[in-house]
């Protein structure tokens, strides 16, 4: 395996590990499923596994297609993406956590809402996939869905092992985690935004 393909990779999956946030999501997926029974939360792990993916799967496959209906452009999204990674990055630095969902009723398809979407498959990640997406078929695109795949591959083990892991490492560890992660995604978020600015000419390239 060369280095161009391990730097391609990683330029692909570490933003969506970044935004996805395993460890953040962790925190929360403890705290929604507490009072539930080991039968519930096994059910609860695996919708919130698999409609995530399904959901950023979709968006990957057929977001810029939504984009050109729209009539939306790249450097718009990307502008638009960066903004939601931006605000998430400073909400997970300050509060140490995912930023929650609002309203709904957790006990009742919680895999789904607000694990699946907002949590897993929120804004920034649906807008970080087109965004990914967007570039040749090979590598961008395959290691894309690739990618999205072994994030929830990951999701999905550390929710079967929550307790486990909590145990490990604290409480406080996590939202010290989280919070570094925020500060990337926050880096990420610039990034994209000048990106979208060289885009539009309106940043000169150095």
């Known amino acids: 395996m060369s280095l161009g393909f391990i730097y391609a990779f990683l330029a692909v999956f570490m933003p969506l590990f970044v935004v996805i946030d395993p460890f953040g999501a962790l925190v929360l997926f403890l705290g929604i499923t507490s009072g539930m029974t080991p039968e ?31 009539g939306i452009s790249t450097e718009a999204l990307e502008l638009a993406g960066g903004l939601i990674l931006l605000i998430m990055g400073i909400q997970m630095v300050r509060e140490g956590d995912r930023p929650k969902s609002q309203g709904g009723n957790v006990e009742l398809d919680a895999g789904i809402v607000p694990l699946a979407t907002p949590l897993l498959a929120g804004p920034g990640a649906i807008s970080l996939v087109i965004i990914l997406m967007n570039g040749p078929f090979y590598p961008d695109q395959i290691l894309t869905l690739v990618s999205v795949g072994l994030l929830f591959i990951i999701v999905f083990i550390f929710f079967n092992l929550s307790d486990r892991i909590l145990k490990i490492m604290g409480p406080k560890s996590m939202k010290a985690i989280t919070r570094i992660f925020g500060l990337l995604v926050a880096g990420f978020a610039i990034q994209y935004m000048l990106l979208a600015l060289h885009g539009l000419g309106l940043l000169p390239v150095t």
């Open 40 to 70: 519930s939360r096994k059910t609860v792990t695996k919708d919130a596994s698999f409609y995530g993916f399904v959901i950023l799967v979709f968006f990957a496959l057929v977001g810029k297609y939504i984009l050109l209906f729209f």
